[in-house]
């Protein structure tokens, strides 16, 4: 995000990855009707899309939700999350062509509205085996819709960051939601182990990732020792390379300690655009840049660079005897905190 940064653009990174997706649904879709067609040669076109694009749907529901805890357990996914909201787009549209599909077979052709239908043919809440399961892909096809629709830029400047992100942790209710569709729809009929099995094996690789990616932040996130004024020791000028960052949790807030010009500054290490860890970024251009989708903040005052207003809490940093010392005390973000000097007799003589 320095000054040319424009924040959404059509670049060849972009355009590959919209190109996998389109590809891979393609594929998907007419491997899975090609296969059907062989495996029960009576089974209508429109039930096989119908099953193709619900299911294509949902597998990247799934790839969309793992993408999040694999990159906090290893950045070379990183990638992946840069334009993860084109996956999102796509988990709508695939989810949007199996309820059309689906409402049209249904409910189009007898006298009522085919949406008066969908919502009131089937009322037996009580019923498991006959639950209205449409009903519940349905609300989460609503939640994908609000997501794929508010997923520009736009949206996360005009609600603001935490709003938007709280908009968009939806997708675990909409996943849970199809879980249900599919148990009290499809698993009714269907005995066959194959969807009930992959529908297990998907949930136990998102738990399991969760978990473990919960289990990683939480052991970073053990407070720093503080010394006798309060301040926090966070390591030794030395252990931080140049331009890049060590990140102490201080008063439960994870703070990014940045090494740049022979000084210290610290911010907050959330990234104001989508909790980005900022301390995992690195000084470009003489700014701090998230390593998620690149917004950059200025280390002194924790304030993106004209035009952009993002602003994160910046804290005080000492150099005593070598080693850095941050004040857990955070200023207002985006307040001009002098950044602290490293002295040639800070770095001497350590390895
Ligand atoms: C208006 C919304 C929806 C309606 C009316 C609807 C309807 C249906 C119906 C009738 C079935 C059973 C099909 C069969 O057994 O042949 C089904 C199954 C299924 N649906 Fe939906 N659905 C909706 C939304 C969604 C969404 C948004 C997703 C995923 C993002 C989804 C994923 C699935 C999956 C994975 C199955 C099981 C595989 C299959 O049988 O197709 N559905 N749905
Ligand atoms: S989270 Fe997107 S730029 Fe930081």
């Known amino acids: ?20 997706i389109a590809v891979s649904v393609a594929v998907y879709v ?10 029960n040669p009576f089974a209508t076109a429109e039930t096989l899309l119908i099953r193709a694009f619900g299911s294509g749907a949902i597998l990247l529901l799934h790839v969309a939700l793992a993408i999040g805890p694999l990159c906090r357990l290893d950045a070379r996914f990183l990638p992946l999350l840069y334009n993860r909201r084109h ?4 988990t709508f549209l695939l989810g949007a062509a199996h309820g059309g599909f689906a409402v049209f077979q249904f409910h189009a052709l ?7 239908s969908l919502l009131a043919s089937n009322t037996r809440f009580s019923s498991l085996s006959q639950f209205p399961f449409q009903q519940l892909g349905l609300a989460a096809l609503v939640i994908l819709f609000l997501m794929a629709a508010t997923s520009h830029d736009f949206w996360l400047t005009t609600l603001t960051g935490p709003v938007w992100k709280r ?15 599919v148990a009290f729809g499809t698993l009714q009929t269907d005995r066959s182990p194959l969807l009930a099995g992959a529908l297990a094996l998907g949930a136990s690789v998102l738990l399991g990732l969760h978990l473990a990616a919960a289990r990683r932040e939480a052991a970073g996130d053990r407070e720093a020792p503080r010394s006798d004024d309060g301040f926090v020791d966070v390591c030794h000028v030395d252990e931080i390379p140049d331009s890049r960052a060590r990140v102490v949790t201080v008063g439960g807030e994870r703070v990014a300690v940045y ?3 022979g000084c210290i500054s610290a911010i907050s290490s959330v990234c104001q655009h989508q909790n980005g860890p900022l301390g995992e970024g690195k000084v470009l251009d003489g700014c701090i840049t998230c390593p998620w989708h690149g917004f950059q903040y200025e280390p002194e005052t924790g304030a ?7 602003k994160v809490p910046v804290f005080a940093t000492e ?22 000097r490293i002295a040639a007799v800070d770095v001497k003589g350590v390895a």
């Open 167 to 181: 908009l968009h942790m939806l997708a675990y209710a909409a996943y849970g939601l199809l879980i249900a569709h």
């Open 30 to 39: 007419a491997a899975f009707v090609a296969i059907g067609l062989v495996a």
């Open 1 to 20: 995000m320095s000054h040319g940064y424009v924040a959404v653009q059509w670049n060849p990174q972009k355009r590959r990855y919209d190109t996998v």
């Open 110 to 116: 007898g006298d009522v509205n085919p949406f008066v």
């Open 87 to 90: 996956l999102g787009v796509a």
């Open 259 to 261: 090494r740049f010009d």
């Open 319 to 340: 150099i005593r005897e070598g080693r850095v010392y941050v004040d857990p005390r955070p200023f207002e973000p985006g307040t001009r905190v002098e950044p602290s």
């Open 304 to 310: 993106s660079p004209a035009p952009f207003t993002e």
